[in-house]
């Protein structure tokens, strides 16, 4: 399953997944893009169209997700390999119906219930992986534990480092609770790629990623490590870390605090609405 298969980097894993021979679900939030990216991606990588599905959530809806993960719960299958890919960065701070700030919903909360919802699936399907995908945008970032929705001095690039931090923190506390379990968790920094992300949605960055999209990697060069951390043997017992290029990487400062993945895990259990027996 991977979220935000629409465009750039969840689509251009899609295709290379696909032509390998993984049976996908690409989970977009528009129908009509939703099903262009599922032809393209048959027709690129030759898979029959009985292995490529398509499933609707809008990531900034919580209930949304509940839905996206109820229905396929219901379908009985097993899923062995969850990207959380899907993620945009805002030039001003929106409010989901939910009552939370958008960012942080898309790029991080909605993945975080997500996973916790597959997780009894992931685990009878070990040996399963899940790979969420951050950004360098985490290394100088912060979490804003007393404001954490952004209500005082929101910015865009605070409210996106924070979502992609928040996902590293999480990658780290997942691991741990995962380990003996046969699921891993590792997390992705994809470089700079040229796809749609920051043109749509955050004013002065359009111009400036349009500018620089030439010199940036194709989105099939960007999703290289998510298909290498979700297909390769090299990495079937490795968790926990962060990559990049296909190799680890550091993990930011702030990304190894075991108290504030920890803080930030049970608040996201309160926001995202899960209880025990949920997760
Ligand atoms: N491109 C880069 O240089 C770069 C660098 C570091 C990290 N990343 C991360 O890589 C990931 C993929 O981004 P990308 O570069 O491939 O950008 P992209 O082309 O804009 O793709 C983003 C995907 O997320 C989906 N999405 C956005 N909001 C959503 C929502 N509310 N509900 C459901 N889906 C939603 C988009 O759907 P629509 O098609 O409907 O908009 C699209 O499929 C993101 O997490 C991004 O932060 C990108």
């Known amino acids: 399953?991977?979220?935000?298969?629409?465009?750039?980097?969840?689509?251009?894993?899609?295709?290379?997944?696909?032509?390998?021979?993984?049976?996908?679900?690409?989970?977009?939030r528009d129908r009509a893009k939703g099903e262009a990216a599922r032809r393209e991606v048959i027709e690129k990588s030759g898979a029959s169209e009985a292995d490529l599905e398509l499933?609707?959530?809008?990531l900034s809806s919580l209930d949304s997700v509940r839905s996206l993960a109820a229905d396929f719960l219901k379908s009985g299958r097993k899923l062995h390999v969850l990207v959380n890919n899907a993620g945009l960065?805002?030039?001003?701070?929106?409010?989901t119906k939910e009552g939370l700030e958008t960012t942080f919903v898309v790029n991080y909360l909605s993945h975080f219930l997500l996973?916790?919802?597959?997780?009894?699936?992931l685990k009878s399907a070990a040996p399963s992986r899940v790979i969420n995908i951050t950004s360098d945008a985490s290394r100088s970032a912060h979490i804003y534990f007393d404001d954490l929705q952004l209500e005082h001095g929101y910015g865009m690039a605070k409210a996106y480092g924070q979502s992609?931090?928040?996902?590293v923190l999480f990658t780290n506390e997942l691991a741990k609770q995962l380990q003996g379990t046969g699921v891993t968790s590792n997390c992705v920094h994809p470089g700079a790629v040229a796809t749609?992300?920051?043109?749509?949605?955050?004013?002065?960055?359009?111009?400036?990623?349009?500018?620089?999209?030439?010199?940036?990697?194709?989105?099939?060069?960007?999703?290289?490590?998510?298909?290498?951390?979700?297909?390769?043997?090299?990495?079937?017992?490795?968790?926990?870390?962060?990559f990049a290029n296909k190799k680890e990487k550091a993990i930011p400062p702030e990304g190894n605090d075991e108290?504030?993945?920890?803080?930030?895990?049970?608040a996201s259990l309160v926001l995202s609405g899960l209880t025990g027996s949920d997760s």
């Open 1 to 28: 399953m991977i979220t935000g298969s629409s465009s750039g980097i969840g689509k251009a894993s899609s295709t290379e997944l696909a032509r390998m021979g993984a049976k996908i679900v690409m989970v977009c």
């Open 55 to 58: 499933a609707f959530a809008d």
């Open 89 to 95: 960065i805002l030039g001003e701070r929106l409010v």
């Open 115 to 121: 996973t916790n919802l597959l997780l009894g699936n």
């Open 164 to 167: 992609k931090l928040a996902q």
């Open 196 to 242: 749609n992300w920051g043109r749509h949605s955050a004013g002065a960055m359009s111009l400036i990623v349009r500018l620089a999209s030439p010199f940036m990697k194709s989105p099939q060069k960007g999703a290289e490590t998510v298909v290498y951390l979700a297909s390769s043997p090299e990495v079937a017992d490795i968790s926990g870390k962060y």
């Open 259 to 266: 108290s504030s993945a920890q803080r930030l895990w049970k």
